[in-house]
């Protein structure tokens, strides 16, 4: 309903394996989703608000580097080109319209590298509006945008159980190029709540098929967890 304000924060942990190299690496987005009408058929419009981001990578050739919006110290001087980066989107914000099932129906206004971002991925859906049983099951597709390369990720997910008004959920996805070379695979569990808030665990192993062709060989493991909270 307006007036309602959900914070989602998604951390990927992810482990880059290139050649004989490994480079951890972790990624945090926060952000506020406040509503701030809901239309007659259900349609709400949302505005998304970045509240906290935080980057840590252990690069063997460049050392570490990391920033984290959230503390209140000054950054390193290796740091300071990423605070740089990262700290202009703090408190930067994009008004959409949405439907009830996550999906983006457009993008109205606000920061110009967010709308470009929400236009590569606009895709938040995680549950159908029809009506289900335990055990059923539903396919979903979308288009991410990742390093500038059109990935498409067709997923199975199964309603495993619904309890205390929760629905617990897992997926598997298999992940493929634009030529429809498969790229990876993904497996998740999440727990969707009433009150619409996403907690959830996703695990992928993505295979870079372009590095391979150029005689490399490049696999990201990644964890994503997704936790969301009711604000106001």
């Not at 470009?116 to 335990?134: G, H, M, R, S, V």
């Not at 959830?200 to 993505?206: A, E, P, R, V």
């Amino acid at each position: 309903k307006a007036g309602t304000i959900y914070y989602v924060e998604i951390s990927a942990t992810q482990q880059i394996k290139m050649m004989e190299m490994e480079m951890p690496q972790i990624m945090v987005f926060g952000a506020d989703f406040e509503v701030m009408s809901v239309g007659k058929k259900g349609n709400a419009i949302v505005k998304m608000t970045y509240k906290r981001i935080k980057f840590e990578q252990d690069n063997p050739q460049a050392g570490k580097i990391s920033y984290d919006s959230n503390s209140k110290e000054e950054p390193k001087e290796e740091n300071k080109a990423i605070a740089f980066g990262f700290g202009q989107l703090i408190d930067k914000y994009v008004t959409m319209e949405m439907q009830p099932t996550g999906k983006i129906i457009k993008i109205i206004d606000g920061d110009e590298r967010l709308q470009e971002a929400l236009k590569k991925d606009n895709n938040f859906a995680t549950y159908p509006t029809k009506k289900l049983k335990i055990g059923d099951s539903w396919i979903s597709k979308e288009k991410r945008d990742i390093s500038g390369k059109e990935i498409f990720i067709t997923s199975k997910v199964i309603l495993k159980d619904v309890k205390d008004g929760q629905f617990f959920l897992e997926s598997t996805s298999e992940m493929k190029n634009k030529t429809g070379e498969k790229i990876g695979d993904m497996t998740g569990k999440s727990i969707l709540q009433q009150n619409d808030v996403m907690i959830g665990i996703q695990k992928t192993l993505q295979k870079m098929p372009d590095f391979e062709s150029k005689g490399y060989k490049m696999d990201i493991l990644s964890e994503i967890i997704v936790d969301g909270v009711l604000k106001k």
